[in-house]
């Protein structure tokens, strides 16, 4: 059944007197910020947060496309189009549920139209050609998920994003009037179906939560997905297409529905019809950058002009000069039973994956209206340095610091360092304790550039580690002659998962100084919620396969309690820290089957494996502060660790 909604002129009276009183309250206004600079910085935080080959990751690219073709910003087309033609080269393997996700998604195919990627050209006719056959179709004809299957009514307004834009700039490039057709049909036919009568706006999907039922929200970033669709043909479609006036006449509908219900901070909520729901940041920028073509194209009235400003100044607040973003909504696909209340109750994310396409889509088009700067309403990055600690837990890894490579969980965190310190630290594992669930690797980054260390407990934890050049918890070390041979600080990283659940990267260790072996090491490190512990892959690549002997160590300050089990593969350390600051309990795993055995070097506890360079083998480190009370003393740390094994 579809849910009767409250009638939209009731919240804007309502949204209309409120925001009377908060612009009362202002007492004065922050100093003005480049458009240029937010898009600039979100584009850097979203490399170091967003992963490329995944759907948030072409929004992006297709942002970045739009911004790189604003007068000035040639070198910056140049970097966009080094991107896509990674996908091009087979470099980043796309996946997901579409297949135009194969050529980086719609702005390779925009870049293409408009005569600015030649090099990208055969992929994405290749890749739309490929999509135009093997795409699955609904039982309307709509393109849809793959895991949807051949004539499903599984359909959802996200896929308007993935296949409208990209068939319509691929068609325009090549002059395929087939393509352009559907790109215009799949859009119109979803706002059709998806309708929803009372608000004039839509609902997110249909068969999700049984058989001819409709998801029964007004989602923010599922308007801002058919926005981002509608919008595109609003722009481009030619204006001797037999549809264009359909587009316009339902854009002008559809855009004057969303802007009722724009909160008087300029945003739109999470649920847009709940005004006790959070404000939602992807949904906002995608509908802000919509509503900014729309006054381009002259088919909105000048006075929402002010409108589009408001919500550019309004998102401020949310957007760090850094460009970290909060409040944004992470995967959402009918949840519950697909009720507005399912839709209100979702958990918002900082650095979400999807934040920052939909930041540089708005921006990008503020400045195609010749708005330079923006003055926030609130001070820039008001809600972003906090923003973790009323967010839900989820898996966290990050590029920061001075170059450092930081991951968490909701239990625990660790680091390691790049090339940029190498005269300083070494390629351990730096362990930070911490007794909260949410992320606080930001937080605290952004506390000690403003001079409040880390190395303090304020309440959440700290870094208490002092790990230095020793192995911390889990360093690898090649071992000869009864010595350990350490690589630097690793050479690259590459983020490879970044999502509520589970976290993947790469690390790559190419300086390394053993005696008469060429040798680097690839690591593959993978971390799930509500574990203490990390997975490491590790691969010793030399010119020959031979048998080497790797140690991998725990640091050890002096006072530790150190057991080793030599049947299940485990070493672990319990040891106090400096006074007042709690015990902290470390360990590694490995297989059994190649233990070499146990040994201490200096400051270091090591367990010895054999293993085979250019073969893969796996262990697993992890740690536990005591103040945390997740484990109740040494032996409880002891009994989590035997849940652990390794083949």
């Known amino acids: 059944m579809k849910l009767k909604s409250v009638p939209i002129f009731v919240w804007g009276i309502f949204w209309t007197l409120t925001g009377f009183a908060q612009n009362a309250d202002m007492v004065q206004q922050p100093n003005a910020v480049a458009a240029t600079e937010v898009v600039n910085a979100v584009f850097a935080k979203g490399l170091k947060h967003c992963e490329l080959d995944f759907y948030a990751g072409t929004l992006m690219l297709h942002g970045m496309s739009e911004f790189a073709l604003l007068p000035g910003n040639e070198p910056k087309m140049q970097e966009v189009i080094g ?124 068969g999700f939560n049984g058989t001819g039922n409709f998801s029964e929200d007004n989602w923010s970033r599922g308007i801002g997905w058919g926005a981002f669709a509608l919008s595109s043909l609003v722009r481009d479609l030619p204006k001797t297409h037999p549809q264009r006036q359909a587009v316009e006449e339902l854009a002008t509908r559809y855009f004057t529905a969303v802007l009722a219900l724009q909160d008087p901070s300029g945003m739109w909520h999470q649920e847009m019809t709940d005004p006790n729901s959070f404000i939602e940041t992807s949904g906002t920028g995608l509908i802000l950058h919509s509503i900014g073509i729309m006054l381009e194209k002259g088919l909105l009235p000048e006075k929402y002009r002010s409108d589009f400003l408001r919500g550019l100044q309004g998102y401020m607040a949310y957007i760090g000069s850094d460009g970290a973003i909060s409040h944004t909504c992470g995967g959402c696909l009918c949840p519950g039973k697909g009720t507005k209340a399912d839709y209100a109750s979702q958990p918002w994310r900082y650095n979400d994956h999807h934040s920052f396409g939909p930041a540089i889509l708005a921006f990008s088009q503020a400045i195609k209206l010749g708005i330079g700067q923006v003055v926030p309403t609130l001070p820039q990055g008001t809600y972003t340095i906090h923003a973790q600690e009323n967010a839900q837990p989820w898996t966290y890894v990050t590029h920061a610091g001075k170059d450092d490579l930081a991951w968490e969980n909701d239990r625990i965190a660790f680091r390691v360092y790049g090339p940029k310190v190498r005269q300083q630290v070494g390629s351990g594992i730096d362990v930070w304790a911490k007794t909260v669930t949410y992320p606080i690797i930001d937080k605290w980054y952004q506390l000690n550039a403003e001079g409040q260390d880390y190395h303090s407990d304020r309440g959440e934890g700290g870094d208490f580690y002092n ?120 360990a590694i795993v490995v297989d059994p089957a190649t233990l070499v055995g146990f040994t201490t070097y200096q400051n270091d506890e090591y367990v010895l494996v054999r293993v085979k360079t250019n073969e893969p083998f796996t262990y697993q480190s992890g740690a536990n502060w005591g103040p945390s009370g997740q484990f109740k003393d040494q032996k409880d740390w002891q009994k989590y660790l035997k849940s652990f094994s390794v083949k």
Not at 540 to 563: N, W
Request: net charge negative; aromatic share 12%.
């Open 83 to 206: 991107l896509f033609e990674k996908f091009s080269s087979g470099e980043i393997q796309a996946k997901g549920n579409f297949i135009s996700y194969e050529a980086g998604g719609s702005g390779a195919a925009y870049l293409v139209w408009k005569g600015k990627a030649p090099t990208l050209e055969a992929h994405v006719q290749a890749t739309a050609s490929k999509m135009f056959a093997n795409q699955k179709r609904t039982i309307d004809g709509l393109m849809t998920a793959k895991f949807a299957g051949e004539g499903s009514e599984l359909v959802f307004i996200d896929v308007a994003f993935a296949v409208t834009p990209f068939l319509l700039y691929a068609g325009l490039a090549s002059g395929n009037q087939e393509y352009v057709d559907f790109a215009v049909f799949e859009t119109m036919e979803l706002f059709k179906i998806l309708l929803d009568e009372e608000t004039g706006l839509i609902y997110q999907a249909r």
């Open 467 to 586: 790990m230095g050049k020793a192995r911390g918890c889990g360093g690898t070390a090649i071992w000869v002659r009864d010595t350990p041979y350490v690589a630097a600080t690793y050479d690259v990283y590459s983020i490879r998962k970044n999502q509520n659940d589970g976290l993947t990267f790469d690390l790559q260790y190419n300086t390394w100084n053993v005696p008469n072996l060429d040798i680097r090491e690839q690591k593959k490190v993978n971390m799930d919620l509500g574990s203490n512990v990390f997975e490491v892959s590790s691969t010793f690549r030399s010119p020959d396969t031979v048998e080497i002997i790797v140690g991998i160590g725990l640091t050890d300050f002096g006072k530790a309690q150190v057991t080793t089990d030599r049947k299940r593969g485990i070493i672990s350390i319990w040891e106090p820290l400096e006074t007042g600051k709690g015990s902290l309990g470390t």
